[in-house]
């Protein structure tokens, strides 16, 4: 592509990230003698219909837990009554029961995770942020799940309300397992298996309710209504429904949230002030300040205006990076500024390579022109082994497949999120912009003879 055609693309984005990356309202005053501007310039919202769907978009940054403030708690499982082989299962049904509590609660974001430590010890980990009322929160996530079985009451209307389903008696507790399965065309189904006593009563409930629906409801929220088609004596029973394979593993994860309960105990719970939140990201801002400040004046110490070129195609890489960051978006936690202030110095070590690179084919008597593009082809195998290595070591660190042996911590997989993102963001600016700059604007011919008439 043409330099110029380039140019017009790279400066088209450079505006739209800094509109995205702006804060939400910019308070300008001045004072000129009888000229005065007292006004706000406020970042614009975007309204639009995606798919019959109303989204608004305001690019605001999201805060982690540590910079909003909130609740860190830790939960411990207890698989005393589990089997060995049905504990894996356990524990995330009740990460999926958590989870749609607190979706429940209104917590925005929460991040919930499971941890296996050694053979016995296995916890869920919640982080909560912004929450008001903790108490309230932990006596929700806290209780064991409640599973049971409802049968439309006979008085119900036609146009049936789930407060016209009354219990049977039957409940997780004589629910052995849920499983996902496949009928004879593939098609996922979900199986249930009761024990004798739940046997005995499904038999009762399936022949009182043929062409009838009998609801399941967890904790008092209804997450399945199949009909009975049949008098089911053997206790065991098929939920079909043309599911997709998502939506069956849902479902079986949801029914043996009951049918495997698992009592919940708070083991540790640490409430974090929105204060502190504030005062690191006043200490971080100003470090990234004087840290892109330090670099970008070794830049134009040490290489002049390829330097100076290579500062603004920083400021392009810190627009992008943060666009980035509201778009996908990003939690942004204290770990995951470090990771952007880090690779904000890692952003200009392309520079440096292709520059001393550059110098190296000048020495040889090559044109100018030809050891610039000399520079930048030689100079890509270093940049790509480095910069493959760091985001080898942001994938190991992010853990992306929630591999046991990895880490797990949400403050170290933001560090390692941003610091990849900053690494791919800035083999964009270090080569197509900066070469792109230097195509047009650095004529070290024109430089001379202009210096040499001042």
Do not use: C
Request: no cysteine; net charge neutral.
């Amino acid at each position: 592509m043409k330099p110029n055609r380039l140019f017009t693309i790279i400066v088209a984005l450079t505006f739209i990230a800094a509109v995205i990356s702006m804060p939400a309202s910019i308070p300008i005053k001045a004072s000129l003698g009888s000229f005065q501007i007292d006004t706000v310039i406020r970042r614009p919202k975007f309204d639009f219909t995606l798919f019959g769907k109303q989204i608004t978009t305001n690019f605001d940054l999201k805060k982690g837990l540590d910079l909003q403030g909130g609740t860190h708690v830790v939960l411990q499982a207890d698989m005393t009554n589990i089997a060995p082989e049905n504990r894996s299962l356990a524990l995330d049904s009740a990460k999926n029961v958590i989870t749609r509590r607190i979706d429940l609660f209104g917590v925005s974001e929460p991040v919930i995770q499971t941890s296996v430590v050694g053979d016995n010890d296995y916890r869920i980990l919640v982080e909560l942020a912004g929450v008001t009322d903790i108490n309230q929160a932990l006596e929700l996530i806290g209780k064991t799940a409640q599973l049971d079985f409802r049968e439309l009451n006979p008085e119900a209307t036609q146009a049936a309300f789930l407060s016209d389903f009354i219990p049977t008696g039957l409940s997780g507790q004589h629910l052995t397992k849920a499983a996902v399965e496949f009928d004879q065309q593939g098609i996922p189904q979900v199986t249930l298996a009761f024990n004798q006593e739940g046997a005995q009563l499904f038999s009762e409930i399936t022949k009182r309710n043929i062409g009838k629906p009998v609801a399941i409801f967890l904790d008092d929220y209804p997450i399945t209504t199949p009909t009975v088609n049949s008098h089911i004596t053997d206790g065991s029973a098929v939920i079909s429904g043309g599911f997709t394979l998502e939506e069956a593993n849902n479902l079986s994860i949801q029914l043996n949230a009951g049918a495997l309960p698992v009592p919940i105990e708070i083991i540790e719970q640490r409430n974090i002030g929105a204060s502190l939140g504030a005062e690191s990201i006043n200490k971080s801002i100003t470090a990234g300040v004087v840290g892109l400040g330090m670099v970008m004046l070794f830049m134009v110490l040490l290489y002049g205006f390829k330097g100076f070129l290579a500062d603004v195609a920083l400021i392009v890489y810190g627009l992008f990076t943060l666009a980035l960051y509201k778009l996908i978006p990003v939690t942004i936690t204290l770990p995951g500024l470090a990771g952007f202030i880090l690779s904000v110095g890692m952003a200009v070590d392309s520079n440096i390579l292709i520059f001393e690179r550059m110098k190296e084919e000048l020495r040889m008597g090559r044109p100018f022109k030809t050891a610039m593009e000399l520079g930048f082809g030689r100079a890509w195998d270093s940049i790509k082994d480095a910069n493959v290595a760091t985001l080898i070591t942001s994938f190991i660190l992010f853990n992306p497949l929630n591999w046991p042996f990895l880490n797990s911590s949400g403050m170290v997989r933001g560090f390692a999120l941003t610091l990849g993102l900053g690494v791919l963001t800035s083999l964009f600016t270090g080569i197509v912009v900066t070469r792109t700059l230097m195509r047009l604007f650095y004529h070290p011919k024109k430089l001379m003879d202009l210096n040499t008439k001042k």
